[in-house]
């Protein structure tokens, strides 16, 4: 089965400053990944994925995510962070289940709070 | 605009009383899902369907039921048997290359 780990809970940053949000995750094959944010009482807006190809994957909003295989990792950058982009993250790792729907195991969350 | 809509946006149960949370998509998606959220434990798998009448049970189904008797509509019932019926519950749908895009989401809260 998959899993999803998302180290920080909770992250504060300057707004201006540059951002990581680090996710690791734990999956037989080759993984489906993807990065989406949770502004407070709102769903889900998707920020990027990555299916194949290129590992730097470009995102809205001006983030990007790196996919390395080796680190089983799928980290979430953006070089200068807005106060719009105090929110929660998540990440989430998709598998394959019968049939053609694809199950997506979520990290936990990291929330990101920006400072003036 | 094609998209996700959740409602109500907040529900409130009595003790022992079934409700129904709805979900409809006009984005001609073939899967649906059902989530709970609760804080700091991210998105759990109540329910998904990949078509019309047919649905398989997530992670954490007991409690909760739900149908498909249109490509548009998966509606949740939560049961008196769900003990602890209190999250935030999103419903999401996707094509077959996985992406799933998500509704507005609704509040349930026991009174």
């Known amino acids: 089965a998959q899993s999803v780990t998302q180290p920080d809970i909770h992250i504060t940053v300057s707004e201006g400053a540059s951002l990581e949000l680090r996710c690791n995750y734990s999956y037989g094959a080759t993984p489906y990944l993807f990065w989406y944010v949770q502004s407070p009482g709102q769903g889900l807006q998707l920020l990027l994925k990555?299916?194949?190809?290129?590992?730097l994957v470009q995102g809205i909003k001006g983030f990007e995510a790196e996919f390395k295989r080796s680190q089983s990792s799928f980290n979430l950058r953006k070089p200068s962070v807005h106060w719009s982009d105090a929110a929660e993250y998540f990440c989430?790792?998709?598998?394959?289940?019968?049939?053609?729907?694809?199950?997506?195991?979520f990290g936990s969350g990291t929330q990101l709070t920006v400072l003036p | 605009d094609g998209g996700i809509t959740q409602s109500p946006k907040y529900l409130f149960r009595k003790e022992g009383q079934n409700v129904t949370l709805s979900c409809e998509q006009n984005l001609n998606h073939d899967a649906m899902y059902w989530y709970r959220q609760d804080p700091g434990q991210g998105l759990r798998l109540i329910y998904y369907?990949?078509?019309?009448?047919?649905?398989q049970k997530g992670d954490i189904a007991e409690g909760y039921s739900v149908s498909r008797e249109k490509k548009e509509s998966f509606p949740l019932t939560v049961t008196s048997a769900q003990k602890n019926p209190t999250a935030f519950y999103l419903c999401a749908s996707s094509i077959d290359l996985g992406t799933q895009y998500f509704g507005p989401g609704t509040r349930l809260l026991v009174l």
């Open positions: 369907s990949q078509i019309v009448n047919d649905f």
């Open positions: 990555y299916f194949s190809g290129d590992t």
């Open positions: 989430a790792v998709g598998a394959i289940s019968s049939g053609s729907a694809r199950q997506l195991t």
